[in-house]
């Protein structure tokens, strides 16, 4: 690209009709350009030395120096440097004896382009500084602008993207006005601005580069800026558009002899594996997983092998292959250095959270004290000793120990925020949001679910705004706030479908299809969680079938279909593996679920014996709403088998729990069984506190207050 801004000028471009020879010179370099963008290099090194030899039989100097310039880039792209170099040399001798400043700023120019791919950055300096001052002096804007594009790259391979910006910001203008530099400044632009901290503006002007690229047939550029751009939202959590890049550049890739320094293919192939892990792609994961293990080992790269195998063991993990996951995970702790903390960190925490999924809370918590011990040696590695309390949070809530994972989830926040990571402040928002929720109720959880939507505002990665969401959309349904419910459930799931994540596309069908069953349309929700069950099967997620099992299974209630609610409640309890307190609290709940389908069918005994077994486990786990919900039902049973004093005193104390949680659903729950007990006018006033608050959550039971109102 360098050499193309000034061959009409050397070539003597504005006369009006170029000489015979010249006219034959410009036809050699048209077709060896032609066969070098056709991938035919020794097509294209067979033109040029023909149009060398024919100026050099003929005197020109400077058409000479024309081939020499083309033979030499050619000779960089197939790795023949030591024949490039005295290719630039040569041209660059040529030039010195021409009284032209801009023929030896060409020249210098070149071999500046040359030094600087391979990587020798203090001698690319200087020739480009030398090419730069020439290039000036002869007002020849096309190699001033260039000059200045690779200084800037130069300077931020050097670590001073702030003055590489300085530089392009002044020939950002007169290379727009050209089609062969505008691709070439707007990404060195771009990349300048991203290496700042200027992300946006960054991004754009990557993304115009990339289109000016496509539209003036120039791959390698296209490539280059694909390349940074692809690595820049992928380190942005946005799986989904990085892998769309990448995707692109792999295309691009058969279209170029030689590949930029801007492309890794180690990276492409870990990041493309990566993203697709996390978007819930494993099979595509796993084979790029493989793929960059294969390279990193034949490349001797045992860095890169660690972490082709860190995310080859995670997939393993998300597959339950348990037995290779830890294999791969081991080996790469092995592989990894001491002085790599932040991988080591990452592989511990990995194999903790595969111990935990397996049952040996002690084996997990023990990786992660690990972890966060290796991370707290450096004060630097906020990120690292986040993570590990993070993980320690969720085991000790798992073990009950709900106070001491506070702890840990609230000291995680603080590093998270302090280290700028929005994604996972956001995720750990919502943990502690839920806890709060179980313990002291809805408005306990307020505050925190409000700043982890606020902390969308800063956050790209789709994968966690759809997780926020979707969290705050049940609280939201909880709250009877039906309709920002609804566009919260809907646009999680759009996110999730965007990103090709089946499994949280699965979560949140389930959670949208218990929406509407919370809401009056049972029927939509059935179907909704039918599609929501058929997904979770694919991935094999006992707790996830079993919830969306549940939930299906209240549908069906409220649809009238009692055996066929309690049959699905049946295989919620036989699908769920309970070997921690979280699938304990789901037993006890789909208990009580199925015990409110038998006490529709007065089985009232069968009924008791579920909730009286439930309710100790729900009041132990903390689960407060699971509590005010059994104690309902058990005052329902009380109710109907004549026992008014002992119903009464269930539904008050239901009453009371649910009020001080805000959880309205169990208050209005608690006052209806009430008012079925109580006398006019006390009947009256509770009847109709309970329709005010199903009303406010949509709740299809209204229609049974409003009947006993007479209204």
Known sequence: MQLREIVARLFGGAQASPSPQEAALRQLLNEGDAARRARQPEQALARYREGLEKARAEGLTHVQEVFLGQIGALYTELGRFEEAEAAFQEALELAKGAEAPFRQARALLNLGVYHLKRNALQHAQQLLEQALSLGRRAN??????????????????????????????????????????????????????????????????????IRTAEQNQQPEQELMWSCVLADHLYREGQFAEALAFWSRVEELKERVIALPHEYDPLLSLSQRANAHLRLGHYQDAARLAQAALEQARAAADQQAEANALLILGSVQRAQRDYAAAIQSLQRALELLPESASAERVRALIALGSLHQERGDGEAALARFEEALSLASLDQDHREGRAMALRQIGALLHKQGAHQAALEKWTEALSLFEMSGDHAHAARTLCDIAALRRALSGINAAMPDYERATMMLNHVRDAATRGFVLSNVATLYTDLGEAETAKSFYEQALSIARECGNKRAESIRLGNYGWFHVMT??????????????????????????????????????????????????????????????????????????????????????????????????????????????????????????????????????????????GYRKGQADALWLRARLASEPERTNLLREAKRLYTILRDPLVESVARLLDE
């Open 140 to 209: 020849d804007s096309a190699t001033v602008n260039l000059a200045l594009g690779n200084l800037a790259d130069v300077y931020m391979r050097q670590g001073n993207a702030s003055y590489a910006l300085r530089l392009l910001k002044e020939v950002l203008p007169q290379a727009m006005q050209n089609a062969q530099q505008a691709a070439y400044i707007l990404g060195r632009t771009g990349q300048a601005h991203l290496q700042v901290g200027e992300a946006d503006r960054g991004r754009k002007l990557l993304a115009q580069a």
């Open 520 to 661: 009056g349309n049972a029927r939509e929700g059935a179907t909704l969680l039918e599609s929501a069950l058929a997904i979770s099967r694919q991935h094999g997620d006992p707790l996830l079938i079993a919830v969306q099992l549940s939930n299906l299974a209240q549908a069906h209630h409220e649809l009238g279909d009692l055996r066929k609610a309690e049959q699905l409640y049946r295989e919620a309890l036989s699908t769920l593996e309970v070997n921690d307190n979280e699938s304990k609290r789901w037993q006890a709940i789909f208990q009580a679920n199925l015990a409110r389908t038998l006490i529709a069918q007065r089985r009232y005994d069968e009924a008791r014996a579920l909730l009286e077994a439930a309710l100790p486990i729900s009041r132990e786990l903390g689960d407060q709403e699971a509590v005010a919900r059994a104690l309902v039902r058990l005052g329902e049973i009380h109710l109907a088998q004549g026992q008014a004093a002992e119903a009464e005193k269930l539904a008050r104390e239901a009453e009371v729990a649910s009020r001080k949680l």
